[in-house]
């Protein structure tokens, strides 16, 4: 799986959007980005993933370049809640191998009022 | 519709002991994965079960065994703990090859 590269931290107003990046620079033509994040003492959570067109969801939006090397969660409306570490991961799709997740350092974001 | 579930919640144990942690996967999901979260740290995947089988293993010594019971449940067991083994044991829970994987809250292990 292609190695990810995320900020160690970030701070957002209340209410204000959050722009997360990361770079995944030697991303391959069938792998997939995944975000995921841990709130403090919680288990990790889906967030959304993408291939290589723009994805939107509930939660959030992912912005993937043209040339797939980087990529942007956007959370529109940050509240306090959404304080977490954020982990970008890049995987393989859906595999008979198995789908282990590769977790990094991610990016641990303060939502400030 | 109940989420993951993992028991138990809180374990103390001391050096050399073993330990069995539990996880009921998601309501339709086949398939679990163990993962290991030191203080500080991203998680750690530890192995996968499909099917009764470890379909996949990270880097983690035989010390660490598991099982998948035929209603898709798992047990993680560690045996001759080591001071470093203390963590947040995660349990996840995904359908057959799918990416989208569910936490349960996790097993906070400490080996004094």
């Known amino acids: 799986d292609a190695k990810t590269t995320q900020p160690p931290s970030m701070d957002c107003a209340e209410g204000r959007a959050a722009n997360l990046p990361c770079n995944h620079s030697?991303?391959?033509?069938?792998?997939?980005v995944y975000w995921y994040r841990q709130i403090h003492s919680q288990g990790p959570q889906y967030i959304i993933h993408g291939l290589k067109n723009n994805e939107t969801n509930e939660m959030a939006s992912l912005i993937i370049t043209e040339d797939r090397k980087s990529s942007t969660l956007i959370l529109p409306h940050a509240t306090l809640r959404d304080t977490a570490v954020y982990y970008c991961i890049v995987r393989v799709g859906n595999n008979n191998a198995g789908n282990m997740l590769t977790f990094g350092g991610g990016t641990r974001l303060m939502v400030k009022p | 519709d109940a989420g993951v579930t993992q028991s138990p919640t809180h374990l103390i144990k001391t050096r050399g002991q073993q330990v069995t942690l539990r996880c009921s996967p998601k309501s339709g999901h086949d398939t679990v994965s163990w993962y290991q979260q030191a203080l500080g740290q991203g998680p750690q995947f530890i192995f996968q079960?499909?099917?009764?089988?470890?379909?996949q293993r990270g880097n983690f010594p035989d010390r660490f065994s598991g099982h998948q019971f035929p209603n898709y449940s798992s047990e993680l067991n560690v045996n001759a703990l080591l001071l470093g083994d203390s963590a947040l044991y995660l349990c996840?829970?995904?359908?057959?090859?799918?990416?989208?994987?569910?936490f349960g809250p996790g097993t906070r292990l400490t080996v004094l």
């Open positions: 996840a829970s995904s359908q057959g090859r799918r990416n989208e994987q569910f």
């Open positions: 079960y499909y099917e009764e089988e470890e379909r």
């Open positions: 030697t991303i391959s033509g069938n792998e997939y």
